[in-house]
């Protein structure tokens, strides 16, 4: 399957498809969001069928998921009960999740027209030691905008850098956390989840 890289930002070696911008190392998870193009929203938008003579009717029950940056890229379209998780507050629990300043965001990037958006933090050059055994070197942290994936964290020792990897990453083991859209994701379940991290971080 083809890479389907939208936007990408990253640091160190250049991605297999030669596609991204590269941003000097030790770039915050913010930055590489900024960098990397995925600082747009989800906005949700009344979905409505339209009959021949151009006549339509709002349709219950459903919405449309559209990039703020370009309206005309619908996302999905999802039930009411669907809560849209934007894509740095799911990418910063990467850093919620490790510690600021733990570890060097390596690779961010959205694929599909946006549809999946994820982030690579290096914790290798951080020294991240458990039990006195090397864990994997990173950390990834991923989300999706068309009900495909719930927010997720975990560890890999592949470098996402497309579709391709990020099915890789997946294939294998379980996320240390998940997250499912919902509508009860607000800044206060977001604040909870970060510190549900951080105490996991420190025990």
Known sequence: MAHMVDSLSFTGETPWHGLG????????????????????QVIPRPLAAFAPDGTGTTVPGFKALVRSD????????VGESYGVVQNDEALG???????????????????????????????KEA?????GERVEPYVLCYSSHDESTAVGLRFTPVRVVCHNTITAALRDGKDAQRIWHT???DEKRQQQVKAQLGIAREQ
Do not use: K, Q, Y
């Not at 965001?105 to 999946?116: F, P, T």
């Open 21 to 40: 911008l590269r941003v000097p190392r030790h770039a915050t998870v913010d930055e590489m969001i900024r960098f990397g193009g995925l600082d747009w």
């Open 70 to 77: 370009r309206p005309d890229v619908v996302l999905s379209v």
């Open 93 to 123: 629990l990467a850093a919620a999740a490790v510690g600021e300043g733990s570890a060097c965001a390596e690779v961010c990037g959205a694929l599909d027209e946006g549809r999946r958006v994820f982030v690579v933090l290096n914790v």
């Open 127 to 131: 020294g991240f030691d458990v039990a």
């Open 183 to 185: 509508r009860e994701w």
